[in-house]
T-cell receptor
Framework: GAVVSQHPSRVICKSGTSVKIECRSLDFQATTMFWYRQFPKQSLMLMAT?????????EQGVEKDKFLINHASLTLSTLTVTSAHPEDSSFYIC???????????FGQGTRLTVV | AQSVTQPDIHITVSEGASLELRCNYSYGATPYLFWYVQSPGQGLQLLLK??????LVQGIKGFEAEFKRSQSSFNLRKPSVHWSDAAEYFC???????????????FGTGTRLQVTL
């Protein structure tokens, strides 16, 4: 149980285009979903926290107009990288939490390459 | 603000040797501590977690970690390393909200483990 699926696992897009990453909780309803970004050979940095039906809370320094987060249901959150540029190339990972459970569950990540 | 320090960027051990990965945290309240493992290009797999109780916690794949409040440490150990343990290891600290629900995590910079045969 407690499986989180991210799609796509890899994506290559042209500079200036937008790309959407989906994060789904397959067998549970997620109280909250979190989006992290990981630069090559570096740690994971929290980008934003999202709750179903409300606006995401972004960490300081994260451009909310560039990284659009939509959390339309208790099982789906999406991250859209708008007008992507090569510096947005990174590994994006989502996680989801369950009410009353102290562990968050991670997706397998999405490798974004902007060319 | 909470923070996690993993002082060792890269560690190399021989297969069969013991392993200890260090983790120090800074947190204003009761810390909830985690160790994750990440293989190249993959997501995170939880090895073990500490919320309360026994300060020595057992995890998957033969890993264990000991919480030492006086040292603000949560070091990961394995008595005998296997070649398949080669990966990146992350220590993380978080908190619980809303009756025990996991909240955001702060990660350390990771330790890359290399295993020689």
């Amino acid at each position: 149980g407690a499986v989180v699926s991210q799609h796509p696992s890899r994506v290559i897009c042209k500079s200036g285009t937008s790309v959407k990453i989906e994060c789904r909780s397959l067998d549970f309803q997620a109280t909250t979903m979190f989006w992290y970004r990981q630069f090559p050979k570096q740690s994971l940095m929290l980008m934003a926290t999202s709750n179903e039906g409300s606006k995401a809370t972004y960490e300081q320094g994260v451009e909310k107009d560039k990284f659009l987060i939509n959390h339309a249901s208790l099982t789906l959150s999406t991250l859209t990288v708008t007008s992507a540029h090569p510096e947005d190339s990174s590994f994006y990972i989502c996680s989801a939490s369950i009410q009353g459970i102290g562990e968050a569950f991670f997706g397998q990540g999405t490798r974004l390459t902007v060319v | 603000a909470q923070s996690v320090t993993q002082p060792d960027i890269h560690i190399t051990v021989s297969e069969g040797a013991s392993l200890e990965l260090r983790c120090n945290y800074s947190y204003g309240a009761t810390p909830y501590l985690f160790w994750y493992v990440q293989s190249p290009g993959q997501g995170l797999q939880l090895l073990l977690k500490y919320f309360s109780g026994d300060t020595l916690v057992q995890g998957i794949k033969g890993f264990e970690a000991e919480f030492k409040r006086s040292q603000s440490s949560f070091n990961l150990r394995k008595p005998s390393v296997h070649w398949s343990d080669a990966a990146e290891y992350f220590c993380a600290v978080g908190n619980l909200i809303n009756t025990g629900t996991a909240s955001k995590l702060t990660f350390g910079t990771g330790t890359r483990l290399q295993v020689t045969l």
